[in-house]
């Protein structure tokens, strides 16, 4: 194999990672907040290098995925084509699954982060920080260890901030009127939604 055959199986495992050479596509509005998503530091991913779940080590934003799946938003799966080829992210220009070297080359490097896109002068920018440094990621591989012996004061404090983090979005959202798309490029996903994978059960009730 040398070239393409458009099966659409790396678009539906998730679109791709942005670099700093895909900022004008957010500058010139080919690519909208509301089509990416924050994954943290700290959050466990998929490490093609070394084929393992692993925290990752720096923030990244990556084309956010359709309902509750990873596949690419840009994906159209009628016609196995991308709605956005000819703006599409470096990532996937350099992708040849059956080629490998270019795109592991590319992985982790010159990424781009919220702060890199959030300009100054916006009151957004000053909340993403705040946010992060009340609520960073807890060290989730060692939770998703220990998870079937966690102490009930251990549940109690990661139940707790759990309670903190939603409140805070809440009062973000109410105030800067965000769609949860925008939530999830502002702040991430919230921790919930991160423990659930582990092996947490997480319900809604009366207080959070």
Same mark, same amino acid.
């Given at each position: ?16 990672a @942005?670099?700093?050479?895909? @900022?004008? #596509? ?6 909208? +907040? ?25 923030? /990244? #934003?990556?084309?956010?995925? =359709? ?7 840009f ?22 699954c ?18 890199? &896109? =959030?300009?100054?002068?916006?009151? /957004?920018?000053?909340? *993403? ?10 060290? $989730?591989k060692?939770?998703?260890?220990? =998870? ?9 404090? *990661? ?6 983090? #939603?409140?805070y979005?809440? %009062?973000? &959202? ?5 769609? =949860?798309?925008?939530? $999830?490029f502002?702040?991430? %996903?919230p #921790? +919930?939604? /991160?423990?659930?994978? /582990?092996g +947490? ?8």
């Open positions: 194999q040398n070239e393409c055959k458009r099966c659409g199986t790396c678009c539906e495992k998730g679109g791709p @942005l670099n700093t050479q895909d @900022l004008p #596509l957010i500058e010139k509005g080919l690519l909208s +907040f509301e089509k990416l998503i924050t994954i943290r530091k700290g959050e466990l991913a998929h490490d093609p290098v070394s084929n393992s779940i692993e925290p990752i080590k720096t923030e /990244l #934003l990556k084309i956010s995925g =359709v309902k509750d799946s990873w596949a690419c938003n994906y159209d799966k009628t016609r196995n084509g991308c709605t956005m080829y000819d703006h599409r992210p470096l990532a996937c220009k350099i992708l040849k059956w080629d490998t070297d270019d795109i592991l080359e590319l992985i982790g490097k010159n990424l781009l982060s919220r702060l890199d &896109i =959030v300009k100054e002068g916006n009151p /957004l920018r000053k909340r *993403l920080i705040e946010h992060e440094a009340l609520f960073p990621c807890p060290d $989730l060692t939770i998703s260890r220990t =998870v079937s012996c966690s102490s009930k004061k251990t549940i109690k404090k *990661l139940e707790r901030i759990s309670n903190k983090d #939603l409140a979005r809440i %009062r973000a &959202i109410d105030e800067f009127n965000l769609s =949860v798309s925008q939530e $999830l502002y702040f991430g %996903r #921790l +919930f939604k /991160l423990l659930t994978p /582990l +947490f059960t997480t319900r809604e009730t009366s207080s959070g």
